[in-house]
Structure formats: structure tokens, C-alpha cells
């Protein structure tokens, strides 16, 4: 079946300007997850989301982050004023509900390069 | 919080030679993953192996819980098990966030 869909696969934008990333998650799994997969930091936990529940927004890094999943599937994480730093590949992953311990399905990233 | 240290951090292998990749973490923790991203970025999971030992064909991890660390094998290897190797544990709280290593990034030469 269809994995983990991300979009725009890459992304070029100018310090300042506001950027949308889509995730589209494997259909009927219930969590979501936003990473970021950068040179200097590795791989670094940014949101989760589980059905209703309030999302864990403990790994976003300015408030210039922000994360919306609609209707329990699609999300999109958006980055406001970007910085040169915000560069990176923003991985999405989801699970099914009640498989979070075992393992996660990563989509294949949006390559986000701010000049 | 929990760290996570991999080794070694590079590693070249000719193509059929053997190889042990190790994770170390700081705490307890209930739930281990391996993953590999392969050249192209993609990642995928190995095994999610929290103790004990599995086997997935030339793939094989063991994770001893008690001693905090986690290998994985990598038996006659092939140039297409280029990539990182990750290994990743679960953070705090109830939610399935993974804490990653650094990774091993592997390349298998012909």
C-alpha cells in the first residue's frame, strides 16, 4: 500500500519568508510525527500528534513552529520568518495506534534550504 | 534526558566482510529501534528490539537492557547496505517520540 507522502519533496525559500510542509500519513494510523534531520543536530523530535488527543509540541524550537493536523490525517508544519538555520530535511513518520513502541513509517522528507 | 551514543561514527567494509555496530544509551529505557537511511535519505525500520536477540537474514540485533547497549550485525555485507545506521529509544512521557543517535554511516565497497 501507499507509505508516508511528503510535499514539496524540496524547497528553496529567502530568510524571512513563511514555508508549508505537507505530510500525508499511511492511511488509518492514528499517530504523527515531525522530525528534522539536519547536519549539526541529527535527528530531533519536533511534534506528535495521537487522534484528539492534544499534541506534544515539546520538540519545537522557537515559536516560530507550528503544526496543524486536520480532520486526523493530513498535517502541515509550518515555519514563519524563516532563518538559514531552519535548514534541514523535515521527516514525517506515522504508526497505528497502539504500535508507537515498535516502530515508526518515515515519509521520504522535504530537503528545506533558506538562503 | 536519555543520550544516545553510536560507534563507531564511520565505517568502510569491502563487499562480503562482516561487521558490528554498537549503541550505547544513558538510562533505562523499554523500547529500541534500529533503522537504516539509505543514500537516497529514506528511513526505514530494521528492527525494534527493546531485549533479547532477533534475526532478520543477514541482519541481526541483541539488546542487553540491564548493561544499556544494543548491537547490530551485519553479515556479508552488500554495496546496497550503504547508508547511516541509527539506532533510536523512546523519550519521556507517553507519547513514542524517539530519541536518536548520531548514526554509523556505512559504506560497502565492490
Known amino acids: 500500500g501507499a507509505g508516508v507522502s511528503q510535499s514539496p519533496s524540496n524547497k528553496v525559500t529567502e530568510k524571512g519568508k513563511d514555508v508549508e510542509l505537507r505530510c500525508d500519513p499511511i492511511?488509518?494510523?492514528?499517530?504523527l510525527y515531525w522530525y528534522r534531520q539536519s547536519l549539526g543536530q541529527g535527528l530531533e523530535f519536533l511534534i506528535y500528534?495521537?487522534?484528539?488527543?492534544?499534541?506534544?509540541k515539546s520538540g519545537l524550537p522557537s515559536d516560530r513552529f507550528s503544526a496543524e493536523r486536520t480532520g486526523g490525517s493530513v498535517s502541515t508544519l509550518t515555519i514563519q520568518r524563516t532563518q538559514q538555520e531552519d535548514s534541514a530535511v523535515y521527516l514525517c513518520a506515522s504508526t497505528p495506534r497502539g504500535r508507537e513502541w515498535e516502530t515508526q513509517y518515515f515519509g521520504p522528507g522535504t530537503r528545506l534550504l533558506v538562503l | 534526558g536519555i543520550q544516545v551514543e553510536q560507534s563507531p561514527p564511520d565505517l568502510i567494509l569491502q563487499e562480503g566482510a562482516n561487521s558490528t555496530l554498537r549503541c550505547n544509551f544513558s538510562d533505562s529505557v523499554n523500547n529500541l529501534q534500529w533503522f537504516h537511511q539509505n543514500p537516497w535519505g529514506q528511513l526505514i525500520n530494521l528492527f525494534y528490539?527493546?531485549?533479547g536477540t532477533k534475526q532478520n537474514g543477514r541482519l541481526s540485533a541483541t539488546t542487553v537492557a540491564t548493561e544499556r547497549y544494543s548491537l547490530l550485525y551485519i553479515s556479508s555485507s552488500q554495496t546496497t547496505d550503504s547508508g547511516v545506521y541509527f539506532c533510536?529509544?523512546?523519550?519521556?512521557?507517553?507519547?513514542?517520540?524517539?530519541?536518536f543517535g548520531q548514526g554509523t554511516t556505512l559504506q560497502v565497497k565492490p
Open positions: 500528534f495521537q487522534g484528539n488527543s492534544a499534541p506534544d
Open positions: 533510536a529509544v523512546h523519550g519521556s512521557g507517553n507519547t513514542g517520540k524517539l530519541i
Open positions: 528490539i527493546p531485549s
Open positions: 492511511s488509518g494510523h492514528t499517530a
